[in-house]
């Protein structure tokens, strides 16, 4: 049981360039997230999603897209990478994320840099 | 917009001493609040989660409270251990979403 899995865990880019980090977890989850994590700033949400074909904007979405067309993965996109966008990326998921107060579980994050 | 404060940023104590981690958020409205710990270059591993409804919970040596009308909760490790090392994160639990603290980084001296 890998629970959640994010791939790659390391990657270099050069400004413009476009990726997609990938996001895979075995729980069957309905609801996956992905956030950024920078120095000082906490956790902030970037997209979500209630459920396999639906997303949603989190609180810093601009510069990034999503897609969730199984219910086990959850994609993020960069399609035109800059510096701002350097972080530690997180992608999370959850039995329910409505009032269920199920845990959020994590995976082990991707680290991007931007130059 | 929901805010959420860890006070202090970084934390230094001997092994064996009791301590606490505070957290503090700006709207009483949530559903829950979770503890995770983070250890460097790692994800989130999530401690303790407390409904709304719900004043503590315990596990094993962790105890965390929940005082929803003054905005704040606490997190307790008892007997602390050099593997307690790590960065405590609280999240608060509105509609959809977790706000984040910014964490406190814990250091065991052994």
């Known amino acids: 049981n890998a629970g959640v899995t994010q791939t790659p865990k390391f990657r270099v880019l050069k400004t413009g360039q476009s990726m997609t980090l990938l996001c895979a977890q075995d729980?069957?989850?309905?609801?996956m997230y992905w956030y950024r994590q920078d120095p000082g700033m906490g956790l902030r949400l970037i997209h979500y999603?209630?459920?396999?074909?639906?997303?949603a904007k989190g609180e810093v979405p601009d510069g990034y897209n999503v897609s969730r067309l199984k219910k086990q993965n959850f994609l993020l996109g960069l399609e035109s990478a800059a510096p701002s966008q350097t972080s530690v990326y997180f992608c999370?998921?959850?039995?329910?994320?409505?009032?269920?107060?199920?845990?959020?579980?994590f995976g082990d994050g991707t680290r991007l840099s931007i130059l | 917009k929901q805010e959420v404060t860890q006070i202090p940023a970084a934390l230094s104590v001997p092994e064996g001493e009791n301590l606490v981690l505070n957290c503090s958020f700006t709207?009483?409205?949530?559903?829950?609040l979770q503890w995770f710990r983070q250890d460097p270059g790692k994800g989130l591993t999530s401690l303790l989660l407390i409904q709304s409804s719900q004043r503590e919970q315990t596990s094993g040596r962790l105890n965390a409270s929940l005082d929803k009308s003054s905005g704040r909760s606490t997190l307790y490790i008892a007997a602390s251990q050099p593997g307690d090392s790590a960065t405590y994160l609280c999240a608060v639990k509105g509609n959809e979403k977790l706000t984040f603290g910014t964490g406190t980084r814990l250091t065991i001296i052994p």
């Open positions: 729980m069957n989850h309905e609801y």
């Open positions: 999370a998921s959850s039995y329910s994320g409505g009032r269920r107060n199920q845990p959020q579980h």
């Open positions: 709207d009483s409205a949530i559903y829950n």
């Open positions: 999603s209630v459920g396999e074909g639906t997303t």
